[in-house]
Structure formats: C-alpha cells, structure tokens
C-alpha cells in the first residue's frame, strides 16, 4: 500500500519505517515560524521551561508583520520582547521594520521554506507553504515554543483528500477562485484534521502565485495542511530562491485517500464568499447589488506582484468610485519596489488608492482599515468572520484580486466584463 | 477529573475571532484577555458568567486563527472546560499543550439548554444532564492526550520528561 505526499514528508521527519493516518508520532521540524502576535507567548513559555538555547538559530523564523508598522504602545512592547529574544538567541531569519514582509509571502520569496520541508508555524496560514510541495501547518505558541526548544513536535498523521480539478479556467478565475469553489462545496470543516491534495491537469498549468492562494484558505476548511504536488513550476520558483537543498516528494499511485473530489473548473465563473463564513460561496453573477464601502487588495491570501498586477490591469486610467476607499498592500518589500518600478503604483495612486506599508493589520481588524459600523468591504483576504475587519456589524466579502479592483471602480461587488 | 457547572450555549463554527477579536491581542496577559473572552460571539457573555461555569459549542468550536488567546482566555475567564459537537484542530491542539480540557459529544450540545447544569467525569468518559438521568458518553481523548492533561500542558510535559 503506498503513502500520500503527506504521509511521506511527515515519515521523512521521524525514524519510522512506517506511518499511517491517526497515528500520533513525534517528527523534526525544518522551519519554526511566529509573529509578533503569538511569538510573545511561546518566548514566555520557552523561557519558564527553563529554556537558555534555540535548538537551531537558523531554523527559527521571527517576523513581525501583524501589528507592523507598530499600532500602539502595547504592540511595540510585543515586538520589543520578540526583538530582544531574537537578538539573545541570534535568530538568523528575524524581520522587522523596513525588511519586514506578511510572513506567508516572505518566506517563500526569501527561499527560507523549500519542498520537501515540514514547516510549524504559530500562524494558522502556514499552510500556504504546502504550495511549494512542503508539509506546513498551524499550530499554537506553546507548539513553537516546544518546536524551539526542542526541534520536534507532535503530529497526528492526517487522512488526505485528493482534489482532481480539470479544465480550463475562464478568463477571471484564478487559485483564488477555485478554493473559494472547493470550501464552499465541502463547508468550513470538509476538511477537519486532514490534508487536501490538490492536482489534476488544471492544478498542473497553475502559476505558483495561484498555488499560494489556495495552500493559503486550507486552513478555512479545517484542513491540517494543503498540498502540491512539486513540479517544473515549483523548480522554477525554487532553484533561484534556495540556499539548502531541498527534496520532491510525489504521492504513490496506490495511496489511499479519504475522498477524491472532482471539479470543472471550465464551469466556474469569479467566486465571492459572503458573510460571515469563507464557505458562504456565490458566483459572480449571482452576489446582486452589494454597495461598498472599502477595497482591499493584499495578504497572505493575495498580495503577491501577480496579484497587484491584475488588480493594476483593472484599474488602469480609471478611479475607485467616490464613495470607495481602496487600500492595495503589497506583502512584501521586494513586492512593493517591483510595483514601483513596474509603473504599478503610479496606476494605483491614479485611481485613488491608499498603499499600504506591508503588514497584515487591515486584515485581522488590526489597523490600517478598520471598518465602521454597518461597513461592508471587498478583500482578497481570507477570512470574514463577524468582527473580522473592524466592528462587529461590518461586513466582508472575500474575491480575487480581479474582483476586488472591479468593485472599488463599481463602488458595489461586480466583475471585472462589466467596465 | 469531574467538573460540575452551568452551561452557556454557542452554536456551530465559534471561530477564534469571536472568542477574543483580533482587536485585543495587543497583550497576552491572561486576565486582560479573559475581559474581552466570547465578546464578539455574546458580548454580554463575560458579565452573566461565573467562574466554574462551562461553554458548549456545537460543530467546529474555536475554528479560524491559531492565536492561543483564545483558549487562555477561556481558562483566565474561570472557564474549567468546553464541550463542543467537534472541535477545530488547532484550538484542540492548543487546549491541550496548554491545559484546559475540552470534550467532544455530538449529543450533549442538542440535550441540555442555556442556563442547565452539566456534570462531566473525565475518567468515566461520562457527561449528566443535572436532573435527568441523560448520560453521554464522551469521545475517547489517546492516551498521550490524558498524558498532556495530567502533566498541566506540553511544556511541563517536555520537563517532566
């Protein structure tokens, strides 16, 4: 009986011969990340432990891009306490200021997570990583600190879902909508405690920006982990990122799968998830008239140069309606001086929009755009539960970056076919 | 491990921005959390409640971020333990590394209204419906969890070991 990549990677990272779903087994981890949101917390429970030294300084990723730049006294003395600790224990991947980036979009930019990894971060989007053809997952602060100290963790080994999705994709779809398609078709726990696996001919043609976006929303299916089966587009994104090596794992021909689930993706048009749940799926052309208040295009989710492009194409010599407040944040430092020099701010100062420094504040409901009561926003983030953005009534849409451009100029949530 | 309390009721998919919103995690001092814990799911949930007190979610609990905010303030509120349908995985992983116990039963949330009384005993897997003779089993937790539990949370677990 043959094992799922999943399976693989995890067994890889123990000295098991064998390895099954359910199975409880403790496994060496090659990248340990957290933020300035829950890295305090494990730096507190690393330290009452008894804990003098990181198990690998360079296998601990600190970045503080949630409250960045710093929003209040008490964020600052987060960030501060994550600095210090980060300085004790020379934790050669630590951002911060002018360097920092949304952690999910930097890390793999940077190189610092590869395939073949098993990647822990104190961030439920760490999943994202599974795009690269690594095994990435969520988990708390008290994991990271244990995966600091330590250089393993505990893991149930995941049941895995294989999503085969054929056909071509219409002109606005992207990653972004096929996983909004896929967790409104399987619900908010389809995928509790397991893996999903995605491939199939439409998933082989898919550029790794897509493939980003969807390991991203995983987790708002409840899954433990998203994967990709590595190929020459991963290699292409890799080889000229990687300082270590790093390895291609493929799932067997008789691996065993919970569920396969099938989709066209030629019959999909442009998805929106309405609130206050991802899986409260419509197309496009049946969301009615929504107004909006805010715009935002940007995240983990979808704050990629790919993604600022599309969003520029929309916008090009036109403005975001009067009554619109479109934010564009580009992940990271490297994303921001790309769109710089490639004209796209310009394009987007043209049509109105406020640029953000990247951060992941307006999309937890940090800082940055936070809504009103009664607000209703479009974002290409990831979640829009109640009180998501801002206040407990407001409202968030999840889209495409294609989408999220098309309403700012609508000033309601609309396609781009109707400009 | 018996725990003996009044029941709040939430429904499917509490998710961990409705537990403490992203508004306050500014801190991670446990009783500042605790003040703001469930506000966004019932923002008059920490003026009726009283410590010993015990939350029972329906499918999905604690679904969402993976910030342990959520868990330490329910434990900072006074909250002895959550029972829930089914839980979201890294809530669960992180109630466990961090010692507040939480139980899954599919039938318990359906039996017992707001404002009932619960009788939970860990080691019998058992949950009673305080005045009836209703008892619901409890999911069986593996072993290395009971383990976490016993030992106060995964570090002190690390530790011991």
Not at chain 1, 157 to 174: N, T
Not at chain 1, 276 to 284: A, C, D, E, K, M
Not at chain 2, 1 to 8: A, H, L, P, R, S
Request: hydrophobic letters at 45%.
């Amino acid at each position: 009986m043959g094992y799922t990549i999943t399976e693989k990677i995890l067994m890889a990272h123990t000295d098991l011969k064998d390895i099954a779903p359910g199975q409880l087994i403790n496994a060496r981890v090659d990248i340990a990340l957290g933020n300035d949101i829950t890295a305090p917390i494990a730096i507190r429970e690393f330290r009452a432990a008894g804990g003098k030294k990181v198990f690998d300084r360079e296998k601990i990723a600190l970045v503080l891009d949630h409250f960045t730049p710093n929003k209040d006294i008490s964020s600052a003395q987060q960030c501060k306490a994550v600095r210090e600790f980060a300085v004790e224990h020379g934790v050669v991947h630590f951002y911060e200021g002018g360097q920092v980036g949304v952690e999910h979009a930097l890390l793999p930019e940077k190189g610092i997570v590869l395939p073949g990894d098993l990647v822990i971060g104190a961030d439920s989007h760490t999943c994202t990583y599974g795009a690269l053809g690594a095994f990435a997952t969520g988990v708390g602060s008290t994991d990271l600190a244990a995966a600091m100290l330590e250089g393993e963790l505990w893991f149930k080994v995941p049941a895995s879902i294989k999503f085969i999705v054929f056909g071509k994709r219409q002109k606005w779809v992207s990653g972004k909508d096929l996983i909004l398609h896929i967790i409104g078709r399987i619900g908010v726990d389809g995928a509790l405690y397991q893996a999903m696996e995605f491939t199939g001919e439409t998933i082989s043609a898919l550029p790794m920006a897509d493939r980003l976006s969807m390991a991203n929303m995983a987790i708002e299916a409840g899954a433990k982990n998203g994967i990709f089966p590595p190929d020459e587009i991963t290699a292409e994104y890799v080889k000229p990122r990687a300082k270590r090596p790093y390895k291609f794992y493929a799932s067997d021909p008789d691996a065993v799968y919970a569920d396969v689930i099938e989709i066209d993706a030629a019959k999909l048009e442009p998805q929106v998830a309405f609130p206050h749940l991802p899986s409260n799926v419509r197309g496009i052309s049946d969301v009615g008239r929504v107004r909006i208040d805010q715009s935002l295009i940007g995240s983990c989710t979808n704050g990629r140069i790919e993604d600022l492009r599309v969003a520029a194409g929309i916008l090009k010599n036109r403005k975001a309606a009067a009554h619109v407040r479109l934010i564009v944040v580009p992940a990271t430092p490297l994303i921001y001086r790309q769109a710089l020099e490639e004209g796209l701010l310009d394009i987007f100062m043209e049509a109105q929009a406020i640029i953000s420094p990247p951060s992941c504040g307006a999309c937890l409901g940090g800082h940055l755009g936070i809504l009103a009561d009664g607000e209703r926003a479009v974002a290409t983030t990831n979640r829009n539960f109640v009180g998501r953005m801002g206040h407990p009534r407001s409202e968030v849409y999840l889209a495409s970056p294609a989408v999220a451009a098309a309403s700012a100029v609508l000033g309601r949530l609309g396609s781009p076919e109707e400009l | 491990m018996i725990f003996k309390g009044k029941v709040w009721k939430f429904g499917d998919n509490i998710d961990t921005d409705a537990i403490i919103p992203a508004r306050y995690l500014n801190t991670s001092d446990p009783a500042e959390l605790a003040k703001h814990c469930m506000e966004d799911a019932d923002p008059a949930f920490m003026s009726k409640m009283k410590p010993g007190d015990i939350i029972v979610g329906g499918e999905n609990f604690g679904c969402g971020s993976s910030r342990e905010h959520a868990p330490i303030a329910i434990k900072a509120a006074g909250v002895p333990c959550v029972v829930a349908k089914s839980f979201a995985r890294i809530f669960y992983r992180n109630s466990f590394n961090m010692g507040l116990p939480i139980f899954e039963s599919k039938e318990l949330a359906d039996a017992v209204g707001e404002g009932g009384e619960i009788e939970i005993d860990g080691a019998k897997g058992l949950i009673t419906v305080s005045g009836s003779d209703r008892t619901f089993a409890i999911s069986p937790i593996p072993p290395f969890m009971e383990k976490l539990i016993a030992d106060g949370g995964l570090m002190k677990h690390l530790t011991r070991k």
